[in-house]
């Protein structure tokens, strides 16, 4: 089996949406937790144009439904929202599913961020933000969160024999 067929196999085994051509990548699945349409917008479009495949859930709740249904490589969740917060949802999936990659973030709500975002470091978050997002930032944090936790997901130069 050729490298390319064997990191294509990799990739569907694993339940991800690889794009494999000569000098493209095998992209994780992310999924998105936010209870503003317009933030999960935003990064649903900054992530897709990077190559990412994204699902969205407005809330823990259904966030953790999500997962389950169909694990994603990475979540991005918010830490303040209705139903379900980011805390309480880390906490869930964490007991359930230990090795879950999540970056959390947080513009604060009526406090600092800085505490929500230590309390959900503490909990399991591989990497934490701040609210409003910086494009580079999170696209950096996206792809070292997933690189760390999967190194067969990232650039695969595909040999052409």
Request: no cysteine; aromatic share 0%.
């Given at each position: 089996m050729d490298l390319a067929s064997r990191h294509l196999a990799l990739a569907v085994s694993r339940g991800l949406n690889p794009s494999i051509g000569k000098g493209?990548?095998?992209m994780a699945r992310i999924l998105i937790i936010d209870d503003e349409p317009q933030i999960r917008s935003m990064l649903k479009l900054m992530l897709e144009r990077d190559g990412y495949e994204v699902v969205e859930a407005p809330d823990g709740i259904e966030g953790i439904t999500g997962y389950r249904?169909?694990?994603a490589d990475l979540i991005i969740t918010d830490l303040i929202m209705p139903n379900k917060d980011g805390i309480g949802m880390i906490i869930e999936l964490k007991k359930e599913f230990p090795d879950v990659k999540i970056i959390a973030m947080s513009g604060g709500g009526l406090n600092k961020p800085e505490g929500y975002l230590k309390g959900a470091k503490k909990l399991g978050a591989a990497c934490t933000l701040t609210k409003p997002i910086d494009r580079e930032e999170l696209l950096q944090a996206v792809k070292?969160?997933?690189k760390d936790s999967n190194p067969t997901v990232q650039e695969t130069p595909i040999d052409s024999a």
């Open positions: 493209t990548q095998i249904q169909k694990p070292n969160t997933i």
